[in-house]
């Protein structure tokens, strides 16, 4: 999650797909009938379509597709879903462009963040955008919330490895900075100068993981 324990080359881990979640998973308020659940979330062809557009890094197609599609179901779950997957992966690619604009990054990333917010109000029990939460409220420069995020995401699904592996990161990643405001206040300190060397030295991912499916709990 944190390539380098480098915050502007974090590798980001965006689940970048809703599909169909049986009755049972939510909250009885947010589903009338079970029939009109299941076609509320009826996975489509053209957001299978859309999905892969995502994941091939052609945005700018998958933007006209959903806005397009959101304009006819204003308030469909798995379009609104890969709207704010949309604007994470914006956010993330301008953040790590060389020429980034800062005012801009920032706009997205709290317009992703209010989108999956969102989604935790309507669907809390789910655990995948409370990870996408988390590497935005980092990029947005709050680890606590991030943290926050990723147990809630654990709590709701413990068997969600990846949840795991980020806040595993996460408490590394806040190590190194530790470390490194001690080390400039003593830099003497072989103890902290060697703690610091063998986080270097941890195993990091080299490319994102795109986790494809919501699992049951």
């Not at 308030?75 to 997957?85: F, P, S, T």
């Not at 917010?117 to 309507?122: G, K, N, P, Y």
């Not at 703690?195 to 994102?208: G, Y």
Request: positive net charge; hydrophobic residues 35%; proline residues 3%.
């Amino acid at each position: 999650m944190f390539n380098d324990l480098s915050l502007s080359k974090s590798l980001i881990k965006i689940v970048v797909v809703f599909l169909t979640i049986s009755v049972h998973n939510f909250c009885l308020s947010q589903v009338q009938t079970s029939k009109s659940f299941q076609q509320k979330f009826q996975s489509s062809q053209e957001i299978e379509n859309t999905r892969e557009l995502i994941e091939l890094g052609r945005l700018e197609e998958a933007k006209h597709k959903i806005y397009e599609q959101l304009k006819i179901k204003p308030r469909d779950a798995q379009w609104r879903y890969l709207k704010a997957v949309l604007l994470a992966e914006f956010a993330i690619i301008n953040q790590n462009s060389d020429n980034s604009d800062l005012s801009s990054v920032k706009i997205e990333t709290n317009r992703a963040i209010e989108s999956f917010e969102r989604f935790t109000e309507e669907f809390p029990e789910l655990s995948e955008p409370y990870n996408n939460l988390s590497v935005l409220y980092l990029m947005r420069g709050q680890p606590n919330e991030a943290r926050e995020a990723l147990e809630k995401a654990i709590t709701n699904n413990p068997n969600y490895v990846l949840a795991y592996e980020n806040l595993g990161d996460l408490y590394v990643y806040l190590a190194n900075i530790t470390y490194k405001k001690g080390l400039s206040k003593l830099p003497s300190s072989s103890r902290l100068d060697k703690k610091l060397d063998h986080l270097n030295q941890m195993p990091f991912l080299t490319k994102s993981r795109v986790i494809r499916n919501f699992k049951k709990k």
